[in-house]
Structure formats: structure tokens, C-alpha cells
């Protein structure tokens, strides 16, 4: 059981291992010769893994048939040439071990001589290492290599954090509003048809020009103006609330809107990110502000990016001298790191080995092996706890099977249902997880805010739901027991559950049941062959395409799971890990069967509407088109009047208000009905930093901050670094 990620974590040892004995891999190399003889590797690794197997069951057999003479002799026969060519591919495998090996060390040879830094050092950029604060960069950038025009598609985690500004920072973890370029919170008049802004009066762009009322209302006119400037989906939200924007007085601003809106300052207030603030006396002058590439931006934030690597890799950046004359400055009153790097290393190995040499200070996730390696090979390095389990865990976001609802057989709601009743939550969580992220059936994750006004109240509606299996039976498919079972496994692995299995590990979830699934499939036509593979309702063998981001560890991790569980099912599952930039792309234009993109419902605060809006059917593109330039979250290509219509009647409800919240539980309700998507658990981070050289950063003993330094309010915890006297 479980095939393919036990390969998978095989092969996962194999890299790490060669790479410790290598050093940490650099990115500015060409790696060609290096992945070939990886994958070559992997390959011989594989062949060995299904000959072990095989040999195993073939002399299991042989021993079985020891009274059959005849019988006895064939199938040892067959043990023996199983074994001869076991013996051929452990000689292949360690060939191409051999071989990986000797690529490995040439490209290690190959950086070591172009690495700039002084010593033993491999970071690309030539500044005083404790003057420099390294952070994993999620991912490698493509389309926004060199372009910091962020209004656009351009490349924004890390980004935004060191550079851009907005109105108001939502820490995701305080659950405080910090103010941004603004210095009170917003001020609306009694039918929430306008609102008022105070800015900052001491702020100033890295120019020396001082920012006020005029960047403001250029930004909103702008982006009202240019469709085309997709971040966010401001300029689609502008268009349906703004009448007017206006300056009253050189540091307010006040903002008119066609209907009753008391959401309209969200746009303003952080969660991943809020309306950047454009700098008028540059971009005033700039015709195509679309094709615009910002390739020398006068910035708003501390930080101001000096050089970067044309292949994606890295980006240097240096604090502005006058870095008090910002607002994380202001607020934190510490100048921070001089210089701060962004790099992509790769893989969780990698960013491990990277670590361990002095050349990482932080990482936003890793796997469990190389998070357990880097405490084993950092002595000065954790995560947010210090014991199990571990990783930050607070993020409000959930990770989910997504379908392509345009895409059959996955408009079909059974074939939804029957999908997620062939997942095993509970070995999905411990066996590919670690045990270390909350388990929730809804997209909403399980934080205790969130936990109080949508799980709890909704735990009896979802031990009732009922669901049609077959013509006439009706099942309940919610398991109350999965947190305490999971809290089993952990207590059999050693490790201490702090606190009761319902805060730890979640809530309840689908049960594992593949007669149940199996039901729904055959009512709608499904059959299964004489191999007991399932055929689709037209008699073609049924294959399923999942595709998944490897940088995302958890994602990749929960997409693994549900290919080995649906493969064990009875399905061809197809298992694509991605680059960003391509499973990105798929995801714009709906090319894809199920996918692994991250979801909340809901903000800190529990409202929805902010997290919803865009799964308005107005938003709605068919196949083949870039869901963005609409403003919504087309990515599920889901057309709902119904999701239509509740949105539409949150829009003008009280966001701390009874009926609002019992709106967005009905909206959910018929979001978990209709399984659009197979929410599993939600967000865990082992973000985890070395303190060699710098401390201050958050943790559970020190939550000042969100710990996640690549969401746009991620700027306070990298400003609040001193380094290590």
C-alpha cells in the first residue's frame, strides 16, 4: 500500500545523502548533466525497488507450494531468475549512484569556482555575511525575473514584504490591524457609502519624495482605469463599488462608493496582500503602465532590490538608509538586516544542506525528513515549537483536491463524493504528513478563532449529513473519530500530544469507505474490469491527472496520497509534480483534472465575503481562458447560482453580525453538499530559521509577529531581526 511514496521517500534519502556529501547545491549553475544522472538514478532505484518486491513475493510463493513438487520446482525457477535480475539492477542502481555522484561533485566544483563570497561560502552575492539575512524564496521566479512592477502579474512573495505598502497590515497571528501608510482605521459614514482614510504624515519614498493624499488617489484612479493590472483583482472590485475617489487634504483621502459596502476597506488590509501604493511622481509619466517593467523602482517599503539572477534564482536587496521614514521602521522602531537575500535552493534536501552550512536563516517549509535532519544538523535552528508538533500552525489557509468542474467526470457531484470516500484522512495525515497539520473537511482552517464560529457549530450538521449512495440509501459520511485516532499514532511514535486531539489534529473528516465509494461510482454508470481496474461510464479505462507544485511540500505530499489511495482504489492516476510557473499557468486557463491550490473561506476574523467573492458566477471563464482579467477565483471553473446569490446577499450584511456569520455557514454548508472541492487538512509551516547570525524572529514564546515572512505583513518579523552579539 502506498507505493509510490514510499519509492518517492526512498529516492528523497538517496538525493539528500549524495548532496551532504557534495555541499549545498547552487542554483546558477547549469544543472543538465546533473538532473540526468539524478533521474537516471531514480530510475535504476525504482527497477530495484519492483525486482525486491518482486523476489520477495516470488519466494513467498515457492515456500507456500513446498508440497506441490511440481509446482514447488516452477516457482523456484522463477525466485531464481527473479534474483539473478535483482542482483543486474542493484548493479545498475549503484552505477548510477556512482554516476549522479560525479555529476554532482563537478557542478560543486563548477560553483565553488564561480561563487563570489570570501572563504568557504557559497551564497552568490559578495556582502558581509552578518550583515545578510537569507530567506528561502518559495519558489523560482519566471515571468517577474527583473520586473517589479507588482501591480501586474509580476512575482510578489518576498517581494511585497521588502517593498510595497498598503493601508492596513492583519497579523495572522495577533490577529491585530496594523496601520500602514494609514494612521487610524477606516471611518465610514452611517449607510457605508463612504469612507475616509488618514495617511501618515512621515513617510517617504526611497527617492526622498514624501508620499501623500496624491499617490493614493493615483493608485485607486489607475488601477481603476487599467484592467489590465490583474493583482489582486483590485481594479475589478474598484469598478464594481467606486463612484469617486477623492484628496481632501494632503494626508486624507476620502473614497465614495455607488452601493453599501462595509467590506470596502478590505481591499486595503492585508491577509496575503492589499492594494499596493503607486508612486505618482514616477509612474505619472510612464505611457504603457501594463508592459512596464519597474526595472529601477522608487519604493514605499525598507527595502530596495540591487541585484538579482537572470535565471530566477536570487535577489539581492538593501535597506534604505533612511529606513525609520517607513512604516515597519516606525513601528518597530529596529533598522533590521542590512541586506537581505531571497534564494531558491530547491528541493527540502537542499534548503536543509544550505542551512546547516551557515547559507539559509530561514526556510518557509520543508518536508519532515529534512526538517528532522536540519535539527539534527543545526543545533541552532527551530521551528515555532520546540517539541512536536513542531511547525507554525495558524496560517488561515486549507489545502484541497480541486476539481475541474467543467471537466467530466468530475461535474459530477457522486463521482466528487466518491473520490473523497476513498481517501484514508487519517493515514494520509500521519504517514505522509507527519502527524503535524490539522485535519478539516471544510475550507476553513481549524484555528481557535475559527474553530469557535464554523467547526464547532457546524459538528452536528456535519454528523447528520446525509448523502445518496445507491438508488434510495442514504449514508453519513462524517467521522467524529479521526482527531483521536491520529492522536493514537502519535502517542505510538513517542511523541506527546499537547492538549486535547481536537485542537491538535482537527476535527472529524470523510470516512474511509471504498464500498461506499464504490456505490456511488456504479449508480453513475462506472463499472470495473475483470482486473478490478474502474472503466468510466463509456467503457474507457477511468485516468485521473493530478497535478501539484513539489515546492509546496504539503500540497505535493496530499496529492501523493490521494494518487497511491485512488490507485489502490482501482484508478490510473497520473501524478504531474510541476514547476510553479507551469502548474500556475495550467491553473489560469483550466488545464487540469484536479489540482492542488490553497483556499480559506474565511479571514482571521471568520468573516467570508473577502474570501468568497470571487467564486461569483460573474467571474465565472470557461476552459481555455485566463480566469484573471475578470477579478475573481475562476481556477475551479464553477458556475453556481446559488454561490451567486449568497454572495450577493453578504455584501451589504454587518461583517461582525450574527446573520452575517450564519451566511457564510450556510455558504459553506452548500459548498461541503456539493463537495467542490476535497478540503484535507489545513496549513502547517515548518518555518524555520537558523539564529547563527540573527534572532528576534517569532515564536511561541514570542508570537509578536506572524512567523510567514513572505506574506505581504511578513515585513515586521524580518524588520524586528538583531543580529547575534
Not at 518559495?138 to 517577474?144: A, D, K
Not at 483583482?233 to 463599488?241: D, E, H, K, T, V
Not at 493514537?488 to 491538535?504: F, I, L, S
Request: charged share 25%; hydrophobic share 40%.
Amino acid at each position: 500500500m502506498y507505493k509510490r511514496y514510499w519509492l518517492t521517500m526512498t529516492l528523497v534519502v538517496l538525493l539528500f545523502a549524495l548532496a551532504a556529501c557534495a555541499g549545498a547545491a547552487q542554483p546558477q549553475v547549469d544543472t543538465a548533466a546533473l538532473d540526468a544522472a539524478n533521474a537516471k538514478a531514480a530510475t535504476a532505484e525504482a527497477r530495484l525497488a519492483e525486482l525486491e518486491a518482486a523476489a520477495q513475493a516470488a519466494e513467498e510463493e515457492a515456500a507456500s507450494a513446498e508440497g506441490d513438487a511440481e509446482t514447488s520446482e516452477q516457482q523456484s525457477a522463477e525466485a531464481e531468475a527473479v534474483m539473478k535480475e535483482l542482483e543486474a539492477a542493484k548493479a545498475e542502481a549503484e552505477a548510477a549512484k556512482a554516476e549522479a555522484e560525479a555529476a554532482r561533485a563537478e557542478a560543486e566544483a563548477a560553483r565553488s569556482q564561480a561563487a563570489a563570497p570570501s572563504g568557504d561560502s557559497l551564497l552568490p552575492v559578495d556582502v558581509p555575511r552578518n550583515e545578510l539575512f537569507v530567506m528561502d524564496q518559495i519558489y523560482r521566479f519566471s515571468t517577474g525575473i527583473g520586473n517589479y512592477n507588482l501591480w501586474g502579474t509580476g512575482d510578489t512573495p518576498h517581494r511585497h514584504a521588502l517593498m510595497m505598502e498598503t493601508l492596513w497590515y492583519r497579523d495572522q497571528e495577533t490577529g491585530e490591524l496594523i496601520y500602514g501608510v494609514a494612521i487610524e482605521d477606516p471611518q465610514y459614514n452611517d449607510d457605508f457609502t463612504q469612507m475616509t482614510v488618514k495617511l501618515r504624515d512621515n513617510l517617504y519614498w526611497s527617492d526622498g519624495v514624501q508620499f501623500t493624499a496624491d499617490d493614493l488617489v493615483f493608485t485607486i484612479e489607475t488601477l481603476a482605469a487599467t484592467p489590465e493590472l490583474t493583482q489582486g483583482g483590485w481594479s475589478a472590485q474598484l469598478n464594481q463599488f467606486l463612484e469617486s475617489v477623492e484628496k481632501v487634504d494632503d494626508f486624507t483621502v476620502q473614497f465614495n462608493l455607488n452601493q453599501s459596502n462595509p467590506r470596502f476597506h478590505n481591499m486595503f488590509e492585508t491577509r496575503w496582500n492589499g492594494v499596493y501604493m503607486m508612486p505618482k511622481h514616477v509612474l505619472e509619466e510612464v505611457e504603457d503602465l501594463v508592459g512596464f517593467k519597474f526595472e529601477n523602482p522608487v519604493v514605499l517599503g525598507t527595502y530596495v532590490p540591487i541585484e538579482f539572477d537572470p535565471n530566477g534564482f536570487w535577489e539581492l536587496f538593501e535597506r534604505r538608509e533612511d529606513w525609520e521614514r517607513t512604516p515597519a521602521g516606525i513601528i518597530t522602531g529596529n533598522p533590521g538586516p542590512k541586506y537581505v537575500l531571497i534564494i531558491f535552493y530547491g528541493d527540502s534536501a537542499h534548503k536543509s544542506i544550505a542551512m546547516s552550512r551557515g547559507e539559509l536563516d530561514v526556510y518557509f517549509d520543508a518536508d519532515i525528513e529534512a526538517f528532522q535532519a536540519t535539527l539534527d544538523t543545526t543545533p541552532t535552528a527551530r521551528s515555532w515549537y520546540t517539541e512536536f508538533p513542531w511547525g507554525y500552525p495558524n496560517e488561515v489557509s486549507t489545502r484541497a483536491l480541486s476539481f475541474n468542474l467543467e471537466t467530466a467526470p468530475f461535474d459530477n457531484k457522486d463521482v466528487r463524493w466518491a473520490l473523497a470516500l476513498a481517501l484514508d484522512i487519517v493515514g494520509l495525515q500521519t504517514e505522509y504528513i507527519g502527524g503535524v497539520a490539522k485535519v478539516t473537511p471544510i475550507p476553513i482552517p481549524p484555528t481557535a478563532n475559527l474553530m469557535r464560529l464554523y467547526h464547532d457549530p457546524m459538528e452536528e450538521w456535519l454528523q447528520n449529513l446525509e448523502i445518496e449512495i445507491a438508488p434510495g440509501e442514504m449514508y453519513k459520511p462524517y467521522d467524529p473519530t479521526v482527531p483521536d485516532r491520529i492522536a493514537a499514532w502519535a502517542e505510538e511514535q513517542g511523541y506527546t500530544v499537547p492538549g486535547e486531539p481536537r485542537e491538535v489534529f482537527g476535527t472529524g473528516w470523510w470516512k474511509f469507505d471504498p464500498d461506499a465509494a464504490e456505490k456511488l461510482l456504479i449508480k453513475n454508470g462506472f463499472s470495473r474490469d475483470e482486473g478490478g481496474q474502474w472503466l468510466t461510464p463509456e467503457g474507457e479505462p477511468w485516468t485521473i491527472e493530478i497535478q501539484s507544485p513539489p515546492d509546496e511540500n504539503d500540497a505535493f505530499r496530499m496529492a501523493t496520497a490521494a494518487a497511491d489511495m485512488w490507485t489502490d482504489f482501482g484508478i490510473d492516476v497520473n501524478l504531474q509534480g510541476l514547476e510553479r510557473s507551469v502548474w500556475d499557468q495550467n491553473r489560469f486557463v483550466g488545464q487540469y483534472q484536479v489540482s492542488t491550490p490553497w483556499q480559506s473561506f474565511a479571514l482571521a476574523s471568520g468573516d467570508a465575503w473577502p474570501e468568497i467573492r470571487g467564486l461569483h458566477p460573474d467571474f465565472y471563464s470557461p476552459n481555455g481562458e485566463d480566469y484573471r482579467p475578470l477579478g475573481g477565483n475562476g481556477q475551479f471553473r464553477l458556475n453556481d447560482p446559488t454561490v451567486g446569490e449568497s454572495i450577493d446577499a453578504m455584501v451589504q450584511l454587518d461583517p461582525a453580525s450574527e446573520e452575517n456569520l450564519q451566511a457564510a455557514q450556510d455558504f459553506v454548508k452548500h459548498w461541503t453538499e456539493n463537495m467542490y472541492f476535497i478540503t484535507a487538512i489545513s496549513f502547517k509551516k515548518f518555518v524555520t530559521w537558523d539564529e547563527r547570525y540573527w534572532t528576534g524572529f517569532p515564536t511561541s514564546e514570542n508570537p509578536t509577529y506572524m512567523p510567514l515572512y513572505w506574506f505581504h505583513g511578513g515585513k515586521f518579523a524580518i524588520q524586528s531581526l538583531k543580529p547575534v552579539e
